[in-house]
């Protein structure tokens, strides 16, 4: 201990320090333990177009069914894996069981794209590429053009050309990519430019009250001409209220998840699900008066 006390000393000697460490280690393993264990869970909220009355997909969303505490979401477990060594097993069980959902969804007659989360550091891992394609490999049935993978604005930023070269890499494969929250880091057009990911996901932040706030409804304005600029799809997270959908349909922006179309639900729940939506009138008749 002597001999390391030189650089790290205030850190060795600070009881603070080490009681959070050794908590950061007890969560990771627990981490580890539930999904040896098969505690995770993946739920899957749909998305749907509005102006066509259209389930286009659903997003996977990950859940740990916790012996003792219940079924907690993801803000209860993933920041302790972030950026650790456990953020790839994970993301690739995340993967694996997606596209098994997909090819049982497959069997069932239901042919529903699925976008996955997928962390930095997992995303940066050296052999990304390659292990999505065995991933792939392993469920033949499954066209890779099902799969969207979401990656953070912020998290592309961390290493541009890396990021931009793994994306051009997995449209190589067939896999298109979702820039999620889109409009909270610091999306510059040059940079977006770089990225040729096929979807911006609309951060909810600025979806949830643009009926009240005109500086985030000319936010939600500007993405959706941004990515009508550069080609890209557009979607709104956070659709909480009919209303909202209106106002999208009116901004030009057609596809939408959230509250208001349905929350994240168990994979047995799905087809029954897509097999009975609707889109609500008041949608409709947007889309007739905005574009006839
Ligand atoms: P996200 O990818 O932006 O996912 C959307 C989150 O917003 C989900 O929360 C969803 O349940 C919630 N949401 C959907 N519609 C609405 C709405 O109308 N109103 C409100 N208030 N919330 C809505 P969830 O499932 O708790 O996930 C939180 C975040 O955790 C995700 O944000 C994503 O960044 C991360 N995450 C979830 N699953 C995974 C995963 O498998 N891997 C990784 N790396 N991250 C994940
Ligand atoms: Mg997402
Ligand atoms: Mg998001
Ligand atoms: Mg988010």
């Known amino acids: 201990v002597a001999k390391e006390a030189g650089r790290n000393r205030y850190h060795l000697y600070d009881p603070e320090h080490d009681r959070r460490a050794r908590a950061q280690r ?52 993933l920041p302790h894996i972030d950026g650790t060594e456990l953020a790839r097993p994970v993301g690739e069980w995340v993967i694996d069981t997606a596209l098994a959902q ?6 069932g007659g239901l042919e529903l794209p699925v976008s996955v989360n997928v962390s930095a550091r997992h995303l940066q891992s050296p052999d990304f590429t ?39 890499g997995c449209h190589r494969l067939g896999v298109s990519f979702a820039l999620d929250d889109f409009g909270t880091g610091y999306s510059s057009l040059s940079y977006l430019k770089r990225l040729s990911a096929k979807t911006l996901k609309i951060d909810q932040s600025f979806v949830r009250d643009m009926l009240h706030d005109s500086e985030d409804m000319a936010i939600v304005d500007a993405i959706v001409g941004m990515a009508e600029a550069f080609q890209r799809r557009v979607i709104a997270e956070g659709v909480e209220g009919v209303e909202h959908g209106v106002l999208l349909l009116h901004l030009g922006c057609d596809c939408a ?19 009975n939506w609707r889109p609500d009138g008041a949608w409709l008749q947007a889309a007739r008066q905005h574009c006839p």
């Not at 990950?62 to 803000?75: A, K």
């Not at 953070?152 to 051009?168: P, Q, Y």
């Open 257 to 275: 998840q959230g509250y208001a179309i349905a929350r994240p639900m168990a994979a047995a729940e799905i087809p029954a699900w897509v097999a």
């Open 102 to 107: 997909m090819a049982a969804w497959r069997k």
């Open 26 to 77: 007890e969560a990771i393993s627990r981490i580890e333990e539930g999904l040896l264990r098969g505690e995770f869970q993946l739920h899957y909220q749909p998305k749907v177009d509005m102006r066509r009355g259209r389930v286009v997909g659903a997003e996977a969303l990950i859940r740990w069914q916790h012996p003792q505490r219940g079924l907690l979401p993801p803000s209860e477990f």
């Open 130 to 168: 390659d292990n999505l394609a065995r991933a792939l490999a392993r469920q033949p049935g499954v066209p890779p053009s099902d799969l969207e993978l979401e990656i953070l604005e912020t998290s592309a930023l961390d290493d541009l050309l890396h990021v931009a070269g793994l994306i051009d």
